[in-house]
DNA sequence: GCCAACGTTGGC
DNA sequence: GCCAACGTTGGC
């Protein structure tokens, strides 16, 4: 069992829309480091906190668990698309998507809280200039979030 | 909308 | 394989 933390843009998919789906092809992920992290790590019931980035309060909002093994995103090859990729050949897709499940919403634990704990100190998301839109956390980081956010 | 910090691209 | 130019991310 991995945990993750994914940022989405909540003007483009939000835990609100989540919420409605029920689950949803984690599609659009054009950066290699967080492919590999989809294609060769996630398992089914990993859980991830859903988090809302590049938006007025962003934090994390919500849990989700993976609940289909990554296969290729079908966004890559519909020419005219935001994220069509010429360059990706068909009998060798090079990008991927895996369905995550909707489990809860939760309160806002906005980036500000998060960076008042030392605790959270290694939170990947933390790190200068990191910008990945996937990132695993550590078992600790996940139950300390989790207590955050009882609370 | 600004811009720092990265990732990617492509000429050489 | 270097690296300048360009594109993107995402907090502010």
Redo the contacts with the bound molecule.
């Keep these: 069992m991995k945990y993750w933390l994914m940022?989405s843009?909540p003007t483009d998919y939000s835990i609100d829309d989540l919420e409605q789906d029920g689950f949803i092809d984690w599609y659009?992920i054009?950066?290699?480091?967080a492919r590999n992290f989809m294609r060769d790590q996630m398992s089914i019931d990993d859980l991830a906190f859903f988090?809302h980035?590049?938006?007025k309060e962003?934090g994390i909002v919500g849990v989700m668990k993976v609940c289909k093994l990554a296969y290729p995103d079908k966004l890559q090859f519909q020419s005219g698309h935001k994220y069509h990729d010429p360059?990706s050949d068909p009998n060798n897709p090079r990008w991927v998507n895996v369905d995550m499940a909707f489990v809860k919403k939760t309160r806002l634990l906005s980036?500000?809280e998060i960076?008042t704990y030392p605790e959270l100190e290694t939170l990947k998301?933390l790190?200068?200039?990191?910008?990945?839109?996937i990132t695993p956390l550590s078992e600790f980081e996940w139950d300390f979030i989790n207590k955050k956010l009882a609370t």
């Excluded at 054009?30 to 480091?33: A, E, F, G, L, M």
């Design positions: 940022k843009e659009g054009r950066n290699y480091q988090y980035s590049n938006c962003p360059k980036l500000n960076r998301i790190q200068r200039g990191n910008r990945l839109s």
